[in-house]
Nanobody, 121 residues
Framework: VQLQASGGGLVQAGDSLRLSCAASGRTYRMGWFRQAPGKERKFVATISSTGRSTGYADSVKGRFIISRDNAKNTVYLQMNSLKSEDTAVYYC??????????????????WGQGTLVTVSS
């Protein structure tokens, strides 16, 4: 399975942005992670295979919304009230077989190439 992330860009603090990640085949749990310059990759959001269960990092809870369209094999990340500290390369990830969501990068089998989000203050 290949993942193609898109939707990144340069925005101002307070703006919104929606990221998309299209998978070439069926996926199960999916998630978003991000990596800021000079820092390690961190969990952002996750969603179960059905879309009924989601989880978020504390830093984005209440501002970001993860969703998926299984008919299109696509997961989305709606990012609202963006802050400068949200600046990072965002990676989507997918699991090949397990349905329930996970916060751990090790639980994902496939990774997209990343899309850069820059928030200016």
């Amino acid at each position: 399975v290949q993942l193609q992330a898109s939707g990144g860009g340069l925005v101002q603090a307070g703006d919104s942005l929606r990221l998309s990640c299209a998978a070439s085949g069926r996926t199960y749990r999916m998630g978003w992670f991000r990596q800021a310059p000079g820092k390690e990759r961190k969990f952002v959001a996750t969603i179960s295979s059905t879309g009924r269960s989601t989880g978020y990092a504390d830093s984005v809870k209440g501002r970001f919304i993860i969703s998926r369209d299984n008919a299109k094999n696509t997961v989305y990340l709606q990012m609202n009230s963006l802050k400068s500290e949200d600046t990072a390369v965002y990676y989507c990830a997918a699991s090949s077989s397990v349905s329930y969501y996970s916060y751990r990068a090790i639980d994902y089998d496939y990774w997209g190439q990343g899309t850069l989000v820059t928030v200016s203050s």
